[in-house]
């Protein structure tokens, strides 16, 4: 029910993820109560293996979450 684009910050020049899903499909498939937890936890929690939060915004069509971006692999394999 998402689908995250890399974006690029214009006054900072650095990379960005944006999380948009389509508000239909959320309500749809029940998933409010998991995309406001999702949400949530990436608000509270700071640790290496959680992407940090940078501001979450809504239209009446989509909800969107603008992330950092996760640029290294924990190991080879997964780099392949």
């Known amino acids: 029910y998402g689908t995250v684009c ?3 910050h ?3 020049d650095k990379p960005i993820a944006l999380k948009m899903m389509r508000r239909e ?8 109560q998991h ?6 936890l990436m608000v509270e929690l700071r640790h290496p293996f959680i992407v940090e ?6 239209t009446r069509r ?3 979450l603008v ?3 996760i640029t290294t692999c924990l190991s080879p ?4």
């Open 35 to 40: 995309v406001l937890a999702e949400k949530q």
């Open 25 to 32: 499909a959320v309500v749809k498939g029940r998933q409010c």
């Open 6 to 8: 890399l974006m690029r």
């Open 10 to 12: 214009t006054s900072r």
């Open 53 to 58: 939060l940078h501001c979450a915004f809504e």
């Open 77 to 80: 394999c997964e780099c392949a």
């Open 62 to 64: 989509h909800l969107y």
């Open 67 to 69: 992330m950092e971006v």
